[in-house]
């Protein structure tokens, strides 16, 4: 919903009456108000500004805006700093984990991916997951929003499986 989809688009995706739809997205917009202003607010300055900023200052540009991508505009603007936000958190994790000597091969949108011995996945796993988690607060000073991280191990990306830190191997 805080993409800006419209209660066709809703309808059409979920095969549903547009009725229903709208019903649907009204109720979604009544029951979360403060990310209702958020999306309008963020809207607005990018039609208004011609831009959006990251809490990095990194600017979402919008050179032109005409009746016919004001919509894609609104929708673009407030995706990016979710988007924002998560890739430059990756980023940092990925830096701070190869600083750790963790082998980083790629990263996949806010996933990274790191060749690990067998032997050695647990201690990965946890380094991984500490780096991953205390960007937020170490980066945004962000302590009210919890950041999960998910582990998955296997010998290549199709046969990949959810991995399960034990207690122990945690640090908060």
């Not at 309808?11 to 917009?29: C, F, G, I, L, T």
């Not at 202003?37 to 809207?43: A, G, I, M, R, S």
């Not at 039609?47 to 540009?61: A, E, I, M, T, W």
């Not at 609104?74 to 998560?86: G, H, L, S, T």
């Amino acid at each position: 919903m805080t993409y800006g989809q419209s209660p066709e688009a809703f309808a059409q995706m979920y095969h549903m009456p547009v009725e229903e739809a709208k019903e649907y997205v009204d109720s979604w917009w009544r029951e979360f108000t403060q990310l209702k202003e958020w999306t309008e607010y963020e809207q607005n300055q990018a039609l208004k500004l011609g831009y959006v900023l990251s809490p990095f200052g990194h600017k979402r540009r919008f050179k032109l805006i005409t009746n016919d991508n004001i919509g894609d505009v609104r929708r673009e603007a407030v995706n990016f700093k979710p988007q924002n936000i998560a890739a430059w958190l990756t980023i940092e994790s990925l830096c701070d984990l190869v600083d750790y000597g963790v082998n980083v091969v790629a990263t996949v949108h806010d996933s990274i991916v790191a060749d690990v011995p067998e032997q050695s996945v647990g201690e990965v796993a946890r380094i991984m997951r500490q780096v991953m988690i205390s960007q937020p607060i170490k980066q945004l000073g962000w302590t009210d929003i919890p950041f999960e991280v998910d582990i998955s191990v296997g010998p290549n990306w199709g046969t990949l499986t959810d991995y399960e830190l034990e207690l122990e191997e945690v640090v908060a």
